[in-house]
């Protein structure tokens, strides 16, 4: 039910509009409170616990060509407090119902010298606090640029963060664990070798930052619903451990250009003294509108196979030719281009993964490089662009779609953008209606290299817009989104539930890249997911990559046991078995779990977890009384242990636990793995082992 009602004034206290406003969440675990400063600076603090979270921090915005910015000179007008309860169903998710229960305050600003007013927003619930800026319509404040964001974030002390650096262009990063004043040191090789902008600091951050205070509680640092708005880095003041807001600016150096009404993306601190309660937090969902889509019974989580991974390791090739001068001077006519021999997107090859998608239970294929424009692509002229509906003369479009529907399974559709937003646009409705007549509900789009026109960022303002309008018009035409290269997740999934899948960040094909850290993932739940599910892309069996390919030597920096538990502990609507069907058939024991692994769930229980260490989720499938466990260990070896209460009681099941052998090491003996079936109740407790880089994952599946 929902419940909306004007909050008991015992929560707040006023005396004067300039003293301390004091928030409670529902369960009274948080207080937040607003203040101005003696000129007129709007600053906040929370605490946790009566913990000290934040310290006292100012709030603002810097204008450009602006004689007085939104910082200072501010009185207080108006306080309005409210709490709200509801529960929601998600789409799809980690659960099968959402509460949404939070106190609100909401402090309406006037600036003295310029009659301009501001409402800043809080919302504090029993995980975290949540507030934006918000800009009413009004005679003073219409149309302005902001210069630079200016919410701080003043830690409590040197705590210690899990960061990857504050780049414009790219998450793909492996994750750095160091003190925060550790920061600038590390990464000014990081900034020197691999920062793709031009203008940076030393001591920003991408969020979602994670980090853990030395008595034990953990903070996660984000932001939620951005739309319409730069994505936000964060800066570090190494030297008061205070951080402040810094947005991706446009071409020009530009943070924004709005219009009022309107409002800034929420910016969200969670907290807890567990770390599991971070991973089970839903407050970056419940920060966003409800889901826009009216009939969503089109969108459906999917488990796919595709032709990607011979791809990225360099087995097959994405371009049908490599004859670069003749179609960069027109000669679109490819029976005239000569074939290089190594294209994946061949009719026999993409039938050879329908026929194991259709034999494995999988729902779909997915096929990259199957229209023209890769092999100019590949040659750098960045001056062709894709038109997204012209394949291959060896990709029959129309007989492949009825092969595949023959099977029972769809095909996933690939949109390369090279970053060309601009042509992207062009096309979209021609590309989205060409799928609805071919029978593709969904695309896999990317935005590999530099964002055209020339400049862009791609987390900027224009382009985060970019992406939202994607993902609105592929609604109209019903198809679902699976976004690369694109600006992290907010929870804009919640709105716009056809987003079922995004990458920004560094994802299975950096293992066919030189590797991954093996304790990689068991950040990203902390970090990357807390935005919304990822396709990471799990599953690979052949770690040893020069087997695909000679003439790479790369090697996947994980166990067999570790890539099964990814299914469970990397949430996604959307799960790839990455690996190729031969690969899957020298193991067909331990891909039972792939086959059995849901991709859609009711319940979801964090049994242990720490950063940068381990983390183990089980999870009920949804319109089931089935559960599947999984654990993903950093690079010591562990002892798990389980507790089966979760079960229901009374029911008797049978768990099949897919585990690494004693002598198992992501390094040195990656598929060595063990598998067994016991017998187990809600009574039932396990102990299991976890090699380096390694884990476990097991069904558990009811008797009937």
């Not at 004091?22 to 101005?36: D, T």
């Not at 995004?502 to 739940?525: C, D, I, M, W």
């Amino acid at each position: 039910m929902k419940n909306l009602f004007f909050a008991s004034l015992i929560l707040f206290a006023f005396s004067s509009a300039a003293e301390a406003q004091q928030l409670k969440s529902p369960e009274g675990k948080f207080v937040m409170e607003f203040s101005l400063q003696n000129d007129g600076t709007p600053t906040y603090n929370l605490k946790y616990k009566n913990k000290e979270v934040v310290k006292t921090s100012k709030l603002g915005l810097e204008l450009k060509d602006d004689k007085k910015s939104l910082l200072n000179d501010f009185t207080i007008v108006d306080t309005k407090t409210t709490t709200f309860d509801e529960n929601w169903k998600p789409v799809w998710g980690e659960v099968e119902n959402i509460r949404n229960h939070y106190n609100e305050l909401a402090v309406t600003l006037n600036q003295k010298a310029t009659e301009r007013q501001i409402i800043i927003r809080f919302r504090l619930f029993d995980d975290g606090l949540g507030f934006r800026y918000e800009f009413p319509a009004q005679k003073n404040l219409t149309y302005f640029v902001i210069k630079e964001e200016r919410s701080q974030f003043a830690m409590a002390g040197d705590h210690t963060a899990f960061w990857i650096p504050g780049d414009y262009d790219t998450q793909e990063y492996d994750y750095t664990k160091s003190k925060l004043s550790e920061i600038r040191g590390l990464s000014e090789k990081a900034y020197t070798a691999n920062v793709s902008q031009k203008n940076f600091s030393p001591t920003g951050v991408q969020t979602s930052l994670m980090l853990k205070t030395n008595d034990g509680l953990y903070i996660n640092l984000h932001e939620a619903a951005l739309i319409d708005y730069s994505c936000m880095h964060l800066n570090l003041d190494d030297k008061n451990m205070i951080f402040e807001s810094w947005l991706t600016p446009d071409a020009k150096g530009d943070k924004g250009h709005m219009q009022a009404p309107n409002h800034s993306p929420w910016r969200t601190i969670i907290v807890s003294d567990d770390a599991r309660e971070i991973l089970a937090s839903k407050m970056t969902l419940n920060l966003n509108d409800p889901s826009k889509i009216d009939d969503t019974s089109w969108i459906k989580p999917v488990k796919y196979i595709g032709v990607w991974w011979e791809m990225i390791t360099g087995k097959s090739s994405w371009s049908y030719t490599n004859d670069y001068p003749t179609v960069q001077l027109g000669v679109t006519d490819f029976a005239k281009a000569k074939p290089n021999g190594t294209h994946g997107a061949t009719n026999a090859n993409v039938k050879k993964y329908i026929d194991f998608a259709a034999a494995n239970g999988l729902d779909a294929v997915l096929v990259e490089g199957w229209n023209e424009g890769w092999e100019d692509w590949f040659g750098h002229s960045k001056d062709y662009v894709f038109d997204f509906v012209t394949p291959y003369p060896d990709f029959d479009v129309k007989g492949l779609h009825e092969y595949a529907k023959s099977k029972g399974v769809k095909i996933i559709m690939h949109h390369e953008t090279s970053g060309s937003v601009r042509n992207y646009e062009r096309h979209m409705d021609k590309a989205y209606k060409f799928m609805n007549d071919n029978g593709y509900d969904a695309v896999k789009s990317g935005y590999v290299g530099d964002i055209l026109p020339r400049g862009e960022n791609h987390y900027s303002q224009w382009i985060v817009n970019h992406y939202q309008y994607a993902i609105e018009k592929a609604a109209q035409y019903k198809i679902m989104v699976n976004a690369h290269e694109a600006v992290r997740p907010t929870g804009i999934a919640r709105t716009y539930p056809n987003l079922i899948g995004n990458e920004a960040a560094r994802g299975t094909e950096y293992q066919a890249f030189g590797g991954s850290k093996p304790n990689h993932v068991t950040v990203l739940p902390f970090t990357r997911l807390i935005g919304g599910p990822m396709d990471y892309t799990p599953g690979i069996f052949e770690m040893d990559i020069s087997k695909m390919n000679p003439e790479n030597t790369s090697h996947v920096n994980s166990t067999i046991a570790n890539q099964l538990a990814l299914y469970v502990t990397m949430y996604s609507p959307l799960q790839m078995a990455a690996d190729t069907p031969e690969n899957y058939n020298r193991f067909p024991d331990a891909f039972q779990f792939i086959k059995d692994v849901a991709v859609d769930w009711s319940e979801s229980k964090y049994i242990e977890a720490e950063p940068g260490d381990f983390v183990t989720v089980a999870r009920k499938a949804k319109g089931t009384n089935n559960w599947f466990i999984g654990n993903v260990n950093g690079e010591t070896i562990r002892t798990s242990n389980i507790d089966f209460s979760f079960l229901e009681k009374g029911k008797k099941y049978t768990a099949t636990i897919y585990a690494d052998a004693k002598d198992a090491h992501y390094k040195t003996n990656p598929q060595a793995y063990t598998i067994k079936k016991i017998a187990v109740t809600n009574k039932s407790k396990l102990s299991q082992f976890s090699a380096p880089g390694g884990g476990y994952a097991i069904s558990i599946i009811e008797n009937k």
